[in-house]
Structures are given as C-alpha cells and as structure tokens.
T-cell receptor, first 114, second 113 residues
Framework: DAGVIQSPRHEVTEMGQEVTLRCKPI?????LFWYRQTMMRGLELLIY????????DSGMPEDRFSAKMPNASFSTLKIQPSEPRDSAVYFC????????????FGPGTRLTVT | AQSVAQPEDQVNVAEGNPLTVKCTYS??????LFWYVQYPNRGLQFLLK??????LVKGSYGFEAEFNKSQTSFHLKKPSALVSDSALYFC???????????FGTGTRLLVSP
C-alpha cells in the first residue's frame, strides 16, 4: 500500500497568493482528516470528512481556508489569500471506520508564506 | 471535555536504559487511546492503541503502553532505549462517538549514546 500521499511536499508562496494542498488517502479508507502543525499551536485538526462529506470543520481558522473532497481518492485544502501566519506543516490522514480508529498520516506539506 | 495531557515537554534517557513517556487522559465512557511517533520532517506514525482487554499493550519498535483506569493514565514505555528512538511522541484519545482523535501537545524524547 502506498500510504497517504500529499503534494506538494514543500510550497513557498507570497502573501496574497492562493495555495492548494492535495491529498490522496489510503485506498478503501472512508475518513479523511486535515491537520496543521506549528511550533506555537502544536497539532490542530482543521476538518474531517466521512465518505467525502465534511463532518466537522470547526477547526478551520478562517473563511480563507476551504477544503473539498470530490471523490474517495482525492481531497484539497485551499488557502486564499494566504498570509505569513499560515506558514506551517499541513498533514492529511485517513482511517477506516470500525477498524480501531487509528489514523494514518501522510508526509505533510511544508508551507511557507513570505 | 475529552482531552489528553502530556506533562513533560522533553524526556532525556541514556541508551540502554528504560524509558517512560507520560500521558493522562480525560474522557467520558470507555477510552480509546493511542500513541504516535513523529521523526523529523515526517508525518505521525501509529505505534499502538488501547481499546479494550489487557492493560499492557504492545506496539511497534518494542514499545508498549500501560493503561491504568484508576489513574487515567496511558504511559508509553520501552525496556531499553535506542538512540534511534529520539523523536516526538504524541498521545491521543478518541472522543466517544466520534471518529476523530484529540492529540496531546507532544513529548520530545532524546536518547543519548
């Protein structure tokens, strides 16, 4: 199994630009999670989906952030417009209901907004 | 509220010595507890979990964790630490009725040669 795939691995952009992060979950998994990790705030859950439907987006910091899951094998997290305080590592994780609830994480996307 | 606490920001241990990374939890109902490890520039890796059954849970890389209901703890342990165990360790709990996990703030483990 290829595991959770994220792209790009690194993204450097200027303030005000749109940023799109991509995630491919483990095949067959029905839950997908987006997290953000920073030194100051630690690991934060932004949003999660079940069967492509958003279940809880209470962690999304602002309207500048949006996430979609058009099908079972693809999700995006978009920031528009980006700001320097969005600089962080963004992780995607997936899990399968009924199997014990453990999540499997991707390698992350390191976002730097200048 | 359902939460986990990792009281130590960092744990230092010499190679070959036993290690313990502490975690306490607060959850209604039966706890589902997890440990993850994060190596530099990597995603979190699942180590082990407790759902029910034996209080001593064995996981990857020789790690184990002991569930203690009376002390609401789930400490991570290893009998003999390796330098390669140096990493960031996260404890997590599943809130009852949800698929999501609530993570602790992490504990950095440094194993010296």
């Amino acid at each position: 199994d290829a595991g959770v795939i994220q792209s790009p691995r690194h993204e450097v952009t200027e303030m005000g630009q749109e940023v799109t992060l991509r995630c491919k979950p483990i095949s067959g998994h029905d839950y997908l999670f987006w997290y953000r990790q920073t030194m100051m705030r630690g690991l934060e859950l932004l949003i999660y989906f079940n069967n492509n439907v958003p279940i809880d987006d209470s962690g999304m910091p602002e309207d500048r952030f949006s996430a979609k899951m058009p099908n079972a094998s693809f999700s995006t997290l978009k920031i528009q417009p980006s700001e320097p305080r969005d600089s962080a590592v963004y992780f995607c994780a997936s899990s399968l209901a009924g199997t014990g609830y453990e999540q499997y994480f991707g390698p992350g996307t390191r976002l730097t907004v200048t | 509220a359902q939460s986990v606490a990792q009281p130590e920001d960092q744990v230092n241990v010499a190679e070959g010595n036993p290690l313990t990374v502490k975690c306490t939890y607060s959850v209604s109902g039966n706890p589902y507890l997890f440990w993850y490890v994060q190596y530099p520039n990597r995603g979190l890796q699942f180590l082990l979990k407790y759902i029910t059954g034996d209080n001593l849970v064995k996981g990857s890389y020789g790690f184990e964790a002991e569930f203690n209901k009376s002390q609401t703890s789930f400490h991570l342990k290893k009998p003999s630490a390796l330098v390669s165990d140096s990493a960031l360790y996260f404890c997590a709990v599943r809130p009852t009725g949800f698929q999501k996990l609530v993570f602790g703030t992490g504990t950095r483990l440094l194993v010296s040669p």
